[in-house]
T-cell receptor, first 105, second 121 residues
Framework: YKLTQPRSVSVALGQTALIACDGS??????VHWYQQRPGQAPLLVIYDSINRPSGIPERFSGSNSGNTATMTISRAEDGDEADYYC?????????FGGGTMLTVL | EVQLVESGGGSVRPGGSRRLSCAVSGLAFSNHEFNWVRQAPGKGLEWISS????????YYADSVKGRFTVSRDNAQRSLYLQMSRLRTEDTGVYYCVTGSPPTTVWGLEYWGQGTLIAVSS
């Protein structure tokens, strides 16, 4: 099983960023998303495809259907500039997407 | 506050061995599955091993199977990764990771700060 993410996404300050994660019938899986800023450990921002952990702003949301899971960041801020990874559990392994570098312009 | 603190990183020669440890506090250690996730310099995240709460179920990525061994000591609230026959491609930051069970639903919420392994001659 493989997860495919765009290598980079750009978004204007205050606009909406969409980061896709493609996988075969991923809509049937629980997808998690992580944010990683330079020099820091990853931070869980979306779990079970659509839910936000405590402390994560409502600007972060997720959806999952068919072969694509998507994380949406509304009203993008400078602090959202980071690498983002999707993740699923499949065949007794955790799989990560290759990561997407989000640039806030 | 949940804390996961890795130790044991450093420089190792190719073919050598190293043992990583992860000391855990702030959660019911024996109820949690734990994972090791690594990140090569400038690269993405790579899961390498999981161990269930009892230690009865253990899984490895193909890249480390047969060379790495994960274990846990519930009494000591510690997780371990014994690494042998190290290769240059094993270089990276190694994270100790867990989450609320079942992590397949709740994701991996708790990460350590990571420990760096550098494999080089």
């Amino acid at each position: 099983y493989k997860l495919t993410q765009p290598r980079s996404v750009s978004v204007a300050l205050g606009q909406t960023a969409l980061i896709a994660c493609d996988g075969s019938n991923i809509g049937a899986k629980s997808v998690h998303w992580y944010q990683q800023r330079p020099g820091q450990a990853p931070l869980l921002v979306i779990y079970d495809s659509i839910n936000r952990p405590s402390g994560i702003p409502e600007r972060f949301s997720g959806s999952n259907s068919g072969n694509t899971a998507t994380m949406t960041i509304s009203r993008a801020e400078d602090g959202d500039e980071a690498d983002y990874y999707c993740q699923v559990w499949d065949s007794n392994t955790w799989l990560f997407g290759g990561g997407t570098m989000l640039t806030v312009l | 506050e949940v804390q996961l603190v890795e130790s044991g990183g450093g420089s190792v020669r190719p073919g050598g061995s190293r043992r990583l440890s992860c000391a855990v506090s702030g959660l019911a250690f024996s109820n949690h599955e734990f994972n090791w996730v690594r990140q090569a310099p400038g690269k993405g995240l790579e899961w390498i091993s999981s161990i269930s709460s009892t230690g009865g179920n253990i899984y490895y990525a193909d890249s480390v199977k047969g060379r790495f061994t994960v274990s846990r000591d519930n009494a000591q609230r510690s997780l371990y990764l014994q690494m042998s026959r190290l290769r240059t491609e094993d270089t990276g930051v190694y994270y100790c990771v867990t989450g609320s069970p079942p992590t397949t639903v709740w994701g991996l919420e708790y990460w350590g700060q990571g420990t760096l392994i550098a494999v080089s001659s």
